[in-house]
């Protein structure tokens, strides 16, 4: 069973850039769909973006466009590059796995292997 570890959050100035990371253990990513996922104090955890299999990616509306997901296999690594970083995305950031066909980027449904989490903080 896969086992993530994040790490790369820190304290970023509004417009600024930040780039994940996710670590495996515990198995390959080579057949999951890996999802990223942020929580906000006194909000639920939201899924953001996740990259089956294929490579094929989804984002939520709310990093559209300044998100990417990607993934290294040989590295057991999921990354999340952020840019133009806004205070609104100020969140504690987990990935997670799932052998499921996701067909909502938002949901959590079906995930597993949930680090710690890596907090991000984006502020003047």
């Known amino acids: 069973q896969l086992q993530f570890v994040e790490s790369g959050g820190r304290l970023v100035q509004p417009g600024g850039s930040l780039r994940l990371s996710c670590t495996a253990s515990g198995g390959t990513l080579n057949y999951y769909t890996i999802g990223w996922f942020r929580q906000a104090p006194g909000k639920e955890r939201e899924g953001i973006s996740y990259i089956d299999h294929s490579g094929t990616t989804d984002y939520s509306d709310s990093v559209k466009g300044r998100f990417t997901i990607s993934k290294d296999n040989a590295k057991n690594t999921a990354y999340l590059q952020m840019n133009d970083l806004r205070p609104e995305d100020t969140a504690i950031y987990y990935c997670?796995?799932?052998?499921?066909?996701?067909?909502?980027?938002?949901?959590?449904?079906?995930?597993?292997?949930w680090g710690q989490g890596t907090q991000v903080t984006v502020s003047s």
């Open positions: 997670a796995a799932t052998l499921n066909t996701v067909t909502q980027v938002s949901s959590t449904w079906g995930y597993d292997g």
